[in-house]
């Protein structure tokens, strides 16, 4: 690729890749465009160095690897809503005293706000997004790091012996991701919601449960290790004490497996992750520090997921406002 350097994300990883060198000049050039998205196909997981860190630049790179789509909750914030069909705001700001109990974490030793475990995203819903460009617009000078891992590199980590036990089931998700309500895999303790649930809480009451697989297979045949605790409300028809145990084994397992990168941010770094593959986890950060992540969704889904009540996404009913979100 002309004018663009590649390498590896490093040697202790099988997946993932650094770019550098795209810009205005060259994003619309046809052969590059389509080598960075055979170059993401392969290694699932890209981090755009020296980017300009603009909304325009983030939705224009974006739109290399698919059409964006807007995000399938209403409760969730834009960023801004003239960048159609925009950009997804997820913002801590500090506050004034600085008392935090709301959405505090206790992870690994720390008390942390703006934690996120291991996931993917729009676990809730029954069409997932095929990726997302992420940016950091504010974060905290230390910690608030993201952290990502391959599936397939995990399908390879895990006991087979687990694999045989869980490779045809699936997991059914909600829409009610509070951290609060997290049941399997908890490896951190809350303090209470967040000061914006309410929304999350009542749209969530309109919502049916989804159902994703626990391990999907590529085109390519190379099987994906796709499920996490966050959201997770059992075993599709297990939803009893031997389901919740082989749950709970699952998650200890892949917790102990898992091989993750955790990205240091820069202002000009723009990440992009394929969701289909990779989860993905937020370690959080001291509460004095403000950080402000900005994400587009791209459109491209894997059609293995589904709502428990048999409806597709459009038929599900909406019966809440739009809440009044920042600009
Ligand atoms: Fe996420």
């Known amino acids: 690729m002309a004018g663009i350097s590649i390498c590896n994300l490093g040697e202790d990883y099988s997946w993932g890749s650094r770019v550098e060198g795209v810009n205005w000049d060259n994003l619309y050039d046809d052969q590059l465009r389509t080598d960075l998205r055979e170059l993401f196909d392969d290694r ?3 981090i755009f160095e020296g980017m300009e860190p603009s909304p325009k630049m983030q939705v224009e790179l974006s739109k290399v ?79 608030g790091r993201t952290g990502f891992a391959d599936g397939i590199e995990l399908y390879n980590a895990l006991d087979p012996k687990l694999i045989r036990k869980i490779e045809d089931l699936n997991v059914l ?31 969530a009451a309109t919502f049916p449960r989804s159902i994703h697989p626990m391990i999907w297979t590529r085109p390519g045949g190379e099987k994906v290790v ?10 599709e028809d297990h939803e009893d004490p031997e389901g919740e145990a082989l749950f709970e084994e699952a998650l200890e397992e892949m917790h102990k ?22 989860l993905h986890a937020v ?10 992540m900005h994400r587009t969704t791209i459109r491209g889904d894997y059609g293995l997921g589904s709502f428990e009540d048999g409806k597709k996404i459009g038929e599900v009913q909406r019966e809440v406002a739009p809440l009044d979100l920042p600009a």
């Open 44 to 46: 699932g997981f890209i």
């Open 65 to 143: 690897f698919g059409p964006l789509k807007d995000h399938p909750t209403k409760s969730t914030a834009r960023a801004d809503r003239d960048l159609d069909p925009g950009i997804i705001d997820m913002q801590h700001i500090r506050t004034a005293d600085q008392t935090y109990t709301n959405g505090l974490t206790e992870v690994g030793g720390k008390k942390v706000i703006s934690f996120l475990p291991w996931h993917f995203d729009h676990t809730y819903n029954d069409e997932l997004n095929y990726a997302g460009v992420l940016r950091a617009v504010v974060y905290a000078p230390e910690d």
């Open 173 to 203: 998700y909600t829409l009610d991701v509070r951290l609060t309500q997290q049941r399997f895999g908890r490896y951190f303790e809350t303090f209470g919601d967040t000061e914006d649930s309410a929304g999350l809480i009542a749209e």
């Open 226 to 235: 796709h499920y996490c605790g966050f959201s997770a409300v059992g075993i």
């Open 257 to 278: 497996h898992i091989n993750p990168y955790w990205h240091d941010w820069k202002p000009t770094d723009m990440l992009i992750w394929d969701n289909l593959r990779l």
């Open 283 to 292: 370690e959080g950060c001291d509460p004095k520090y403000e950080r402000r």
